[in-house]
């Protein structure tokens, strides 16, 4: 096992990432730009070190730096949580070059997962079932509209090198096809430099629906169940639930055993989440993530595993903890990402916390990195904690979310606290029939 990790991260993943390193007895090194010297991970952590000013690009995102930090501290394995470089090829490489363990899959695997063509050609030999659509890229209009006229409209161009959304754009008829492709090109060029794009056929109602697997990188592999995601603003998940209720025993099973048996074929190693949408019973690949997810724990909740120590034993050389048949899932477990931000204009809402109370009791799982005097900088994405709830049942999991969200004080700056209570009141919440659109149009219309 490690002696030492360092910690490429900041905010509640790097809190959560310190606990299990110290369940473990592994030392821990915190990184932090200026505008964290404050920040909870830095007090809690054995050793900092400030490796930059706020930008992400001059900090959380520098490789050299890093690599420096590593070398100063002495580290033998990097943890990089999620975002940032977690899916970062190259620095999973270079620290590899240094021997130092990236806590993760191999960068191979990191970089045919990235791209999104790669990705669904991996997934569709492995047998997973895929959204229709074309064969790798799209080169030009005509070859588009040949594609797009044998599925029947309306399609979606999606950027190769994209992911969460960015560089989508929906052609609803042929007439709208050509802009599509262009619009979607130019977006991909500007956020990723890349401006390749293919097409699928549009899926108008589905719900999002992710299978956690887990894999030791010598063909053992792990499904964890599933996690419904389909309660999102503008690709940003606010609300993740499991079981989902959209799916019953049967389906739960075939596509747990379905993405599993294509993890074991790979030799996948580490934590992976396999994207699907989800829609009128059949299940369609669009992305698998190569990292731990900000809603890990909801999965922890039911399964009662520690997806992160669980990184940490088999990233050290162990094999996996728990054989498929000994995984258990037990009740229901309902995330809310509270996020400092207007819970109307969705503004971000940076500032000092003056009081902060959260909420306890049987079934309440709070991770956060603030605390009560804490000044939230204003460089960073807005997500100041997670509220993970487990109850017996759905039932049970809400009236516990209900209570849990009404405790929760959190004075000094806006936050989203009070969408969540509005929002489980709604019927359709509560009885869980809600696809991906169902937000945008709640919000919409309140
Ligand atoms: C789709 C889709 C409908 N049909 N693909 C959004 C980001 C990336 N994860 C893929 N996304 C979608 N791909 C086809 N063929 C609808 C979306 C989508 C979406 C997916 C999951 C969760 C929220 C979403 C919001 C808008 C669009």
Not at 58 to 80: F, K, M
Not at 151 to 158: D, I, N, S, W
Not at 243 to 269: D, T
């Amino acid at each position: 096992m490690f002696d030492k990790v360092l910690i490429a991260n900041r905010g509640e993943i790097a809190l959560r990432i310190q606990r299990a390193c110290k369940e473990l007895g592994i030392a821990t090194v915190a990184v932090h730009s200026t505008a964290d010297a404050d920040a909870m991970h830095v007090r809690l952590a054995d050793e900092s070190v400030c490796i930059g000013s706020p930008p992400a690009s001059d900090s959380y995102l520098n490789i050299p730096r890093l690599l420096a930090a590593c070398e100063i501290t002495g580290a033998d394995a990097v943890h990089p949580g999620y975002g940032f470089l977690s899916e970062n090829a190259r620095f999973a490489e270079i620290l590899e070059e240094h021997s130092i363990t990236f806590i993760g899959p191999t960068s191979e695997h990191i970089r045919i997962m990235g791209d999104k063509i790669t990705a669904k050609e991996t997934a569709r030999k492995l047998g997973i079932p895929v959204v229709p659509g074309s064969e790798g890229e799209v080169v030009n209009e005509a070859q588009a509209m040949k594609i797009a006229k044998d599925m029947g409209f309306p399609v979606l161009v999606k950027a190769t090198a994209g992911g969460g959304g960015r560089g989508m754009k929906v052609a609803h008829t042929a007439a709208d096809l050509g802009l599509a492709l262009s619009t979607a090109r130019a977006e991909a060029k500007a956020a990723f430099g890349n401006d390749s794009v293919y097409i699928e056929k549009y899926l108008q109602k589905p719900r999002h629906i992710e299978i956690q697997v887990f894999g030791d990188g010598r063909g053992n592999a792990v499904h964890l169940g599933e996690r419904d995601c389909s309660l999102q603003r503008r690709h940003q998940k606010i609300l993740e639930e499991s079981p989902s209720p959209a799916l019953n025993a049967e389906s739960r099973k075939k596509i747990g055993e379905v993405v599993s048996a294509a993890m074991k074929k790979i030799k996948y190693r580490g934590a992976g989440t396999v994207e699907f949408l989800f829609e009128d019973g059949e299940f369609y690949f669009i992305e698998m993530n190569t990292r731990l997810q900000v809603e890990h724990p909801v999965t922890e909740a039911v399964t009662g595993i520690d997806l992160v120590l669980e990184q940490l034993r088999v990233a050290s050389g162990a094999n996996l903890s728990y054989k498929q048949e000994e995984i258990t899932f037990s009740g229901h477990a309902i995330e809310c990402r509270i996020n400092a931000e207007n819970p109307r204009t969705f503004r971000p809402s940076p500032g000092q916390i003056t009081y902060w109370h959260p909420p306890g009791g049987l079934g309440v799982r709070v991770d956060s990195g603030v605390y009560q005097g804490y000044r939230i900088p204003p460089f960073y994405d807005s997500l100041i904690g997670k509220l993970i709830v487990h109850g017996k049942n759905r039932n049970e999991c809400l009236m516990r979310l209900r209570r849990a969200l009404s405790e929760f004080v959190i004075d000094g700056i806006e936050t989203t606290i009070p969408l969540f209570n509005e929002l489980i009141r709604q019927p359709d919440i509560a009885n869980g029939l809600y696809d991906i659109h169902w937000l945008e149009k709640y919000l919409g219309k309140s």
